[in-house]
C-alpha cells in the first residue's frame, strides 16, 4: 500500500511540474512505461534513480520517500523500498551471471576454434603417422618467374611429413614390361631437424643430346640438377601426368610425383609423305604406386619421392 501511495505522490508532483510522463522518463533516461509503472505503485525506482528522480521533482530524497515535503521516510515505505530495491538487485544479480555465463560460453568457444586453426595450421603439434603431399598451384607470379628462367615446366607440392621421417629421396625410373629396368638419382637428403611442413617443386625440360632430360628437384633442405642420359625415345616427345590430388605416401614406396609416357616399343611408323605415327604407352601412374602395370611394348618415366 505504501508504494501505491508513493506512486501517487509522484504523478501528482510531476503535474504540478506541468510534464507528461514521456518528458519525465526523458529526464532520467528511462522509459514512460517504467514511469507509468511507478505512478501506479507496480514497480520502484532503481536506487540509482532515487536521486535523480527527487532533483526533477524538486524534492530531496527524504522527502521523495516519506511522500511529503520536509517530511522523513516512514518505516513502512522504508521496508517495502528495501524489499524492492533488494528485489531489483537481486534481478540485476540474475541478469549480469546470465550475461557473465553467455560471455563466458562465447570466449570459451573462441578459445576453442582458435585452438583447433592454430593447430590445424601447425601440424608439427599433431602426431601424423604418414607422409601427406598435396600439390599446389602456381601464382601468377611465381608462373612468369618460371618463364623469365626459361623454364614453364614447373610443379609444387607440399609436404606434411610423418614422425620421424627425415630421410628425402628423390629419383627417376624407368619401366617396362620387364620391370624396373633403370633408375637415376635426383635428390637426397637426411635432416634429423628439418621441419614437418615443407615445399617441394620440380621442372624438366629436353636435354640439349638426344634421349636426355634435364631434371630439377628443389626442397627447403636444398636444390638438386641431375641429367637424365640415356632416355629411350624421348626425342619423339611424351604425354605426362602430374599428381592432382592430396596422396599419402606408402611408407615403403612413397609416392610417384609425375609419370612420362614415352612411345611404345616398336610403335613408330612412317608414312608415305615422310611423316611418322606413333602408338603411346597409356599415362596416368601417380600416387602411392609401387608398380605400374606395364603393358606389352610400354615404356614409363616415374619421378618417385621417399621420405623415411
Not at 521523495?64 to 517530511?71: I, K
Not at 620391370?179 to 621442372?203: I, K
Not at 608398380?291 to 611394348?297: A, S
Request: proline share 5%; charged share 20%.
Amino acid at each position: 500500500m505504501e508504494h501505491i501511495q508513493f506512486g501517487a505522490f509522484i504523478a501528482q508532483l510531476r503535474k504540478e511540474h506541468q510534464m507528461t510522463q514521456r518528458e519525465l522518463a526523458g529526464l532520467l533516461h528511462v522509459t514512460d512505461k517504467a514511469v507509468s509503472k511507478w505512478e501506479r505503485g507496480l514497480n520502484f525506482p532503481d536506487l540509482s534513480l532515487l536521486e535523480p528522480l527527487g532533483d526533477c521533482l524538486g524534492l530531496t530524497v527524504s522527502e521523495l520517500l516519506s511522500g511529503q515535503r520536509g517530511g522523513e521516510p516512514r518505516e513502512e515505505l522504508l521496508l517495502d523500498s528495501l524489499r524492492l530495491l533488494m528485489g531489483q538487485a537481486g534481478r540485476k544479480l540474475r541478469r549480469w551471471r546470465r550475461l557473465a555465463q553467455v560471455c563466458l560460453g562465447v570466449l570459451l568457444a573462441l578459445a576453442l576454434g582458435a585452438g583447433f586453426w592454430f593447430v590445424k595450421n601447425h601440424t608439427e603439434l599433431l602426431p601424423r603417422p604418414d607422409t601427406e603431399i598435396t600439390p599446389q598451384e602456381l601464382s601468377n607470379r611465381e608462373y612468369l618467374a618460371a618463364e623469365a628462367a626459361g623454364n614453364s615446366s614447373v610443379y609444387l607440392f607440399d609436404l606434411a611429413v610423418a614422425d620421424g621421417a627425415r630421410h628425402y629421396q628423390v629419383q627417376m625410373e624407368l619401366w617396362t614390361q620387364e620391370g624396373l629396368v633403370r633408375t637415376w638419382p635426383a635428390a637426397e637428403a637426411y635432416d634429423p631437424t628439418a621441419p614437418r611442413h615443407q615445399m617441394l617443386g620440380f621442372s624438366y625440360q629436353k636435354g640439349e643430346e638426344q634421349s636426355t632430360m634435364e631434371l630439377v628437384v628443389s626442397t627447403d633442405l636444398g636444390t638438386w640438377q641431375t641429367t637424365l642420359e640415356g632416355v629411350p625415345d624421348l626425342n619423339l616427345g611424351h604425354l605426362m601426368s602430374v599428381l592432382d590430388e592430396r596422396c599419402e605416401a606408402d611408407p615403403e614406396h612413397g609416392v610417384v610425383l609425375a609419370c612420362w609416357a614415352l612411345a611404345a616399343e616398336g610403335g613408330v611408323t612412317l608414312k608415305p609423305d615422310g611423316g611418322q605415327t606413333i602408338i603411346w604407352s597409356t599415362p596416368g601412374w601417380t600416387g602411392a604406386v609401387e608398380k605400374p602395370q606395364v603393358l606389352e611394348g610400354e615404356r614409363f618415366l616415374l619421378l618417385r619421392l621417399t621420405i623415411s
